[in-house]
């Protein structure tokens, strides 16, 4: 995105379809249900009661498999181009030449699981962050934040 682009709530509801055609691969379904976590929730309407049990019919295209073990599993994982897109992650162009900044919708699954609101299960106190900051999202008062800012805003909820 262009220096001083703003994102406002119709940006947002395009992040929700884009994230939603995402949700249409077997493999993401699959991946974001097993996930759990921010994930999880941020995908859990979509899914509603088509929460699939694994492995998708394409794992093989997009399993990890680097665990070498005795007998081999196969699960069903996403590259990191998808989870930006779940999480509704922009590049955005700075003032300075040549440089970009992250600008995202909501953290990224390893923010979450370090800032201690991961704790096995999706509790009150998460969904009350959630809910908080989707309201704050519709209304137009809430802006993109920046991996740092993420870091900052969840550090209060540190395990």
């Known amino acids: ?47 509603a009661n088509v929460i699939p049990n694994g492995p998708s019919p394409d794992v093989l295209y997009f399993a990890d498999t680097s665990q070498p073990e005795p007998r081999t599993y196969l699960f069903d994982t996403l590259s990191e181009h998808e989870i930006e897109i779940l999480c509704g992650l922009y590049y955005v162009d700075t003032d300075r030449r040549a440089q970009t900044t992250t600008l995202a919708w909501w953290p990224s699954p390893q923010l979450w699981r370090t800032s201690g609101m991961d704790i096995g299960y999706w509790s009150l ?3 009350h962050v959630f809910q908080t900051r989707l309201g704050k999202i519709r209304d137009g008062s809430a802006s993109m934040l920046t991996t740092k800012k993420w870091r900052s805003d969840l550090k209060y909820y540190k395990g």
């Open 125 to 127: 106190s998460c969904e």
């Open 1 to 47: 995105r262009p220096y001083g682009w703003t994102p406002d709530k119709y940006e947002y509801m395009d992040y929700e379809l884009r994230r939603n055609r995402l949700l249409r691969l077997p493999h993401v379904r699959v991946a974001v249900a097993q996930a759990g976590g921010i994930l999880w929730r941020l995908c859990q309407q979509e899914l």
